[in-house]
């Protein structure tokens, strides 16, 4: 089976006052449809970077290279609206310090609605037909 996200050699550099400085190198990883994945990793690992690098979101001045496939599209090569209309409907990202992204006031499944509602024109029923099926096919290996 094909991969939906496919990493190959990618490697992300941080622009500072003396120059660029690594901060992933050569990283390749694939993840398959109905797969769960959790980075693991010391502090100032890399975790975020690659989040960030697949998400699209990483600071002006970084490099980034190699490939990262979203089923057939190089996500490194997307900018602007292609990239926001898949994230949060294909590519989501919870950082690492969930207490200062998530509100505590909200349940999961208001969070998920939130996400899909601000990503996608369906109604409060889909939205939330979605929700339950996303939150009941988690499973924790």
Same mark, same amino acid.
């Given at each position: 089976m094909d991969p939906v996200l496919k990493a190959e050699n990618l490697?992300?550099?941080? @622009?500072? $006052? $003396?120059?660029?400085? %690594?901060? *992933?190198?050569?990283?390749?990883?694939?993840?398959?449809?109905?797969?769960? &994945?959790?980075? &693991?990793?010391?502090? #100032?690992?890399? $975790?975020?970077?690659?989040?960030?690098?697949? *998400?699209?979101?990483?600071?002006?001045?970084?490099?980034?290279?190699?490939?990262?496939? *979203?089923?057939?599209?190089?996500?490194?090569?997307?900018? #602007?609206?292609p990239l926001r209309r898949i994230r949060g409907r294909d590519i989501?990202?919870?950082?690492?310090?969930?207490?200062?992204?998530?509100?505590? @006031?909200?349940?999961?499944?208001?969070?998920?609605?939130?996400?899909? $509602?601000? %990503?996608?024109?369906?109604?409060?029923?889909?939205?939330?037909?979605?929700? &339950?099926?996303?939150?009941?096919?988690?499973?924790?290996?």
């Amino acid at each position: 089976m094909d991969p939906v996200l496919k990493a190959e050699n990618l490697s992300v550099e941080y @622009l500072s $006052k $003396k120059g660029y400085v %690594h901060a *992933l190198d050569d990283i390749s990883l694939e993840i398959g449809k109905g797969e769960t &994945v959790g980075i &693991v990793g010391e502090t #100032g690992s890399g $975790k975020s970077t690659l989040a960030k690098a697949i *998400l699209g979101i990483l600071p002006l001045g970084a490099r980034v290279g190699g490939n990262l496939l *979203l089923r057939e599209t190089d996500l490194t090569r997307l900018r #602007g609206e292609p990239l926001r209309r898949i994230r949060g409907r294909d590519i989501a990202l919870i950082f690492q310090d969930p207490m200062t992204r998530l509100n505590p @006031l909200m349940t999961i499944e208001d969070h998920f609605l939130e996400t899909i $509602k601000a %990503h996608e024109s369906v109604s409060d029923r889909e939205a939330h037909e979605r929700t &339950v099926r996303a939150l009941t096919s988690m499973r924790v290996r």
